[in-house]
């Protein structure tokens, strides 16, 4: 069966610096999602992207943060200068359509990136 | 804000005693409702989900959800844990005619004591 895969699992960076989180969602899926989890906290959305344009972000998703769609395969999140605060795990999901309202548009997520900021 | 509670942060079973995991959900509109598990080391994994009829929804490995529109309520139920069953469950909702995006719960830890 498919699966989203997200790389580093693990990721330890010094506050201030940029770190890339990469993930390949599913192959024909057309949705690509990015969710947080500080720990103790709930999921929490970051940003949906469609076409290779953003079609919603949060209000956690501000000038530090973008998203890119590189290639055919890979979905990418970049925090730019990162803070404590960043700490959390990233979580990458795909699906077919949005909405939810179908079975194609069900959410598929990865096994997440751990993002230590020290 | 939309938002969605998930009563228990820890629930400790014994095994092949029954389960039922709360899930309350704050918004007017039209839904569609989600439990997501996540085994420990894992990744989240669907569970089951509710988009329209039936209001009683059946996932995998026995797991079972009602849908109670007017208590805006979508709790989990397993009438006989296994120590497998040990994990995170989250509910989330996706809101209709929204981009999609999943509202998560804060989580419920469930421990099965073998």
């Known amino acids: 069966e498919p699966e989203v895969t997200q790389t580093p699992s693990h990721q330890v960076t010094q506050m201030g610096q940029e770190v890339i989180l990469r993930c390949v969602p599913i192959s024909n899926h057309l949705y690509f999602y990015w969710y947080r989890q500080i720990l103790g906290q709930k999921v929490e959305f970051l940003v949906s992207?469609?076409?290779?344009?953003?079609?919603?972000k949060s209000e956690i998703f501000d000038d530090q943060f973008s998203v890119e769609r590189p290639d055919g395969s890979n979905f990418t999140l970049k925090i730019r200068s990162t803070k404590l605060e960043d700490s959390a795990m990233y979580f990458c999901?795909?699906?077919?359509?949005?909405?939810?309202?179908?079975?194609?548009?069900?959410?598929?997520f990865g096994p997440g990136t751990r993002l230590t900021v020290l | 804000a939309q938002s969605v509670s998930q009563h228990n942060h820890h629930v400790i079973l014994s095994e092949a005693a029954s389960l039922e995991l709360g899930c309350n959900y704050s918004y007017g509109g039209t839904v569609n409702l989600f439990w997501y598990v996540q085994y420990p080391g894992q990744h989240l994994q669907l569970l089951l989900k509710?988009?329209?009829?039936?209001?009683l929804v059946k996932g995998i490995k026995g797991f079972e959800a009602e849908f109670i529109k007017s208590k805006f309520s979508f709790n989990l139920r397993k009438p006989s844990v296994q120590w497998s069953d040990t994990a995170e469950y989250f509910c989330?909702?996706?809101?209709?005619?929204?981009?999609?995006?999943?509202?998560f719960g804060k989580g419920t830890k469930l421990s099965v004591k073998p």
């Open positions: 992207f469609y076409n290779n344009e953003i079609s919603e």
């Open positions: 989330a909702v996706i809101l209709r005619g929204s981009q999609g995006n999943l509202i």
């Open positions: 999901a795909s699906s077919v359509f949005k909405g939810g309202g179908r079975a194609t548009d069900t959410q598929y």
């Open positions: 509710y988009f329209s009829g039936d209001p």
